[in-house]
């Protein structure tokens, strides 16, 4: 699989890397319900097999045990591929999540992190939320002196705009941003992605299929079978009348992936990948099966004529 090179830093990554959060488990505000933790294992044993070399995480997902699983599956490996992760969502012992830009809360996710990835230095440590936006700067200061210092050996941010970006630039260079970003979510098209190739900063996408509602998996019966602790339950996508209309967005995206013998999710992360300005996206998977799904979606490039096709028909779709 080629690789990219991740903005400025000396890191080449593939496409698509192996995202970590709907293996956290179900004892927390966001998950994805119930998870097999060998399943999550085999799903990152399987995705760096065939290829990718590089795994994204954060300390909340799962308050803690996505973090766990990661080291649990490299932790034998001989080549371990590049590690990221993200701090700035604390939690309390009744598992109660709250943002954090405090540099020393920033210092102890850090170490707590590097214990749990069992690594002696983080590959990518990024910001998750810019909030409290009052203290993005002292959070910036901290994960400039981390790296300062060797704990980490490069810092990004996730879900920042422009005018944010700006704000800490002045402080540190910032490597990488990772916004959301699919065909049902095109909001960073208009600004940030133009900023970040300006910029040479290195824009690795998040939920690229929106969730697993574009993999060509998702259906009327499924969603209304979530678990209760799904966090997709109440997510405006997953209901009608927007869950009718991306169904049939994704019977459009299963036909054109069949005349390539490509699924719908490889379809939905292709599209992210098309644009210039990305340099990988981020894809999970709850089991070897789910990534073998998708794997070659980081090598498949869509016609213009297909692009065209899929505009054409998200235009049409009620707002």
């Known amino acids: 699989m080629q690789t990219r090179q991740l903005g400025n830093t000396d890191m080449h990554?593939?496409?698509?890397?192996?995202?970590?959060?709907?293996?956290?488990?179900s004892?927390?505000?966001?998950?994805?319900?119930?998870?097999?933790?060998?399943?999550?294992?085999?799903?990152?044993?399987?995705?760096?097999?065939?290829?990718?070399n590089w795994i994204d995480t954060a300390a909340v997902y799962g308050l803690g045990h996505s973090e766990e699983l990661v080291a649990r599956a490299v932790g034998g490996m001989k080549k371990k591929p590049f590690i990221?992760?993200?701090?700035?969502?604390?939690?309390?012992?009744?598992?109660?999540?709250?943002?954090?830009?405090?540099?020393?809360?920033?210092?102890?996710?850090?170490?707590?992190?590097?214990?749990?990835?069992?690594?002696?230095?983080?590959?990518?440590?990024?910001?998750?939320w810019p909030n409290p936006d009052v203290d993005i700067e002292e959070g910036w200061?901290?994960?400039?002196?981390?790296?300062?210092?060797?704990?980490?050996?490069?810092?990004?941010?996730?879900?920042?705009?422009?005018?944010?970006?700006?704000?800490?630039?002045?402080?540190?260079?910032?490597?990488?941003?990772?916004?959301?970003?699919?065909?049902?979510?095109?909001?960073?098209?208009?600004?940030?992605l133009q900023f970040c190739m300006e910029h040479t900063i290195g824009v690795i996408v998040y939920s690229p299929m929106l969730s697993g509602m574009l993999s060509g998996a998702m259906t009327h019966e499924r969603v209304a079978n979530f678990s209760n602790d799904d966090w997709r339950r109440g997510n405006k996508e997953f209901q009608e009348p927007r869950l009718t209309a991306n169904l049939a967005l994704v019977e459009l995206l299963k036909h054109i992936g069949s005349q390539h013998d490509r699924s719908a999710g490889e379809v939905a992360i292709a599209w992210t990948l098309r644009h210039p300005g990305v340099t990988g996206a981020i894809v999970g998977g709850r089991n070897?099966?789910?990534?073998?799904?998708?794997?070659?979606?980081?090598?498949?490039?869509?016609?213009?004529?297909?692009?065209?096709?899929?505009?054409?028909?998200?235009?049409?779709?009620p707002k």
Not at 42 to 50: C, K
Not at 162 to 180: C, D
Request: hydrophobic residues 45%; proline residues 3%.
């Open 27 to 52: 004892n927390w505000a966001y998950g994805w319900g119930a998870q097999d933790d060998g399943d999550a294992v085999s799903a990152i044993e399987r995705a760096l097999e065939l290829g990718i």
């Open 84 to 128: 990221f992760t993200k701090c700035s969502l604390v939690w309390n012992d009744k598992n109660q999540i709250s943002n954090s830009l405090k540099a020393g809360s920033i210092r102890r996710e850090c170490e707590a992190s590097l214990k749990r990835l069992n690594v002696d230095a983080i590959d990518l440590y990024q910001i998750h």
């Open 141 to 192: 200061q901290e994960m400039a002196r981390l790296k300062e210092e060797g704990l980490v050996r490069h810092i990004g941010v996730s879900n920042f705009n422009v005018e944010q970006l700006r704000r800490i630039m002045t402080i540190a260079p910032v490597a990488t941003l990772q916004p959301p970003y699919s065909m049902l979510r095109p909001a960073i098209e208009h600004e940030i």
């Open 13 to 25: 990554i593939t496409p698509t890397g192996f995202g970590s959060w709907a293996i956290g488990g």
């Open 288 to 317: 070897a099966a789910q990534v073998e799904g998708i794997i070659r979606a980081g090598t498949f490039r869509l016609s213009e004529e297909e692009i065209a096709k899929i505009a054409h028909f998200i235009a049409a779709m």
